[in-house]
């Protein structure tokens, strides 16, 4: 069965601050590692999260067969326009919102709007990362974000991380909004055992298994992890063979590939 990684880092340190800081050098050499990885576990291609905008190389042309790229949504950024047209000339397929990472508020709405607007008219995917936790739990509203973008635009919105312990809530609000797609990295295999597992094998029932995406969040789950326990997953919550297909891949492509 085809495998598609929905997000990934190019880092091999289980460290926030490293994927904010990581090198050009180092993405390029932990790209090959990653290369190896993917191949050892039968993943056809891997989505890379950049968080550091610096690391856009000139091409990527030498990993295309093995990732997609996307691109934090830097609204810090001093040149944006500069930004946007290296997202453009590098064909990156996605751009990504970081809430607690980028510590963003709704003083930082305006600036935030103009990169949703950016993607809608380029035809690039907006993930945002909508894990529930950190030590800005309660001070920084992620799926209230979440909900501005999904109103403000049509172009695809993927939930990263789905929401976390919230993903009865993150599944209400995907409800209503078609163009938003759930994704499964960190947030699966953190809560298997639990009641949220439960919650969600049911908001996969409930939205359809064509709105949801298989990811590991490596290194902070490592990829041969993700999958073992998402195919356990799949058995326990008895999901068939086309729908397992769906989430491990197919939807992937026809996100990031169109």
């Known amino acids: 069965m085809e495998i598609i990684d929905a997000f990934l880092h190019p880092v091999y340190e289980t460290s926030e601050k490293k ?15 990653l290369k190896l ?3 050892i576990n039968n993943v056809k291609r891997g989505n890379i ?18 990732f997609y790229f996307s691109v934090l949504a830097d609204f810090k950024f001093k040149k944006i326009d500069q930004l946007f047209e290296l997202i453009i000339d590098n064909k990156i397929k996605s751009i990504i919102f970081h809430p607690y ?15 949703a607007l950016f993607a809608e008219k380029n035809n690039i995917n907006i993930i945002i990362c909508t894990a529930y936790g950190s030590k800005d739990i309660y001070n920084i509203k992620v799926l209230p974000f979440a909900l501005k973008i ?22 209400l609000i ?21 009641s949220v597992e439960q ?18 969040d490596a290194p902070f789950i490592e990829i ?34 169109n």
């Open 49 to 66: 999260a950049l968080f550091n905008a610096r690391n856009i190389p000139k091409t990527f042309s030498k990993f295309e067969n093995e």
């Open 19 to 33: 994927i904010l800081s990581v090198s050009d050098t180092e993405v390029l050499l932990n790209l090959e590692k």
């Open 37 to 39: 990885d993917l191949k």
């Open 101 to 115: 990472l980028q510590k963003i508020v709704w003083n930082d709405w305006e600036y935030c709007k103009k990169f």
């Open 199 to 216: 919650d969600i094998a049911f908001s996969i029932k409930k939205l359809g298994v064509e709105r949801w995406l298989f990811g590991s």
């Open 150 to 171: 999904a109103e403000l635009v049509d172009t695809p919105v993927i939930l990263s991380h789905c929401g976390g312990s919230k993903v009865l809530e993150a599944l």
């Open 174 to 194: 995907a409800d209503k909004f078609t163009n938003i797609f759930m994704e499964t990295s960190f947030s699966l295999n953190y809560w298997i055992g639990s």
């Open 224 to 257: 041969e992890r993700a999958i073992k326990e998402q195919l356990n997953f799949f058995d326990k919550w008895k999901f068939s063979e086309k729908e397992i297909e769906k989430i491990f891949s197919l939807n992937s492509r026809n996100l990031f590939e």
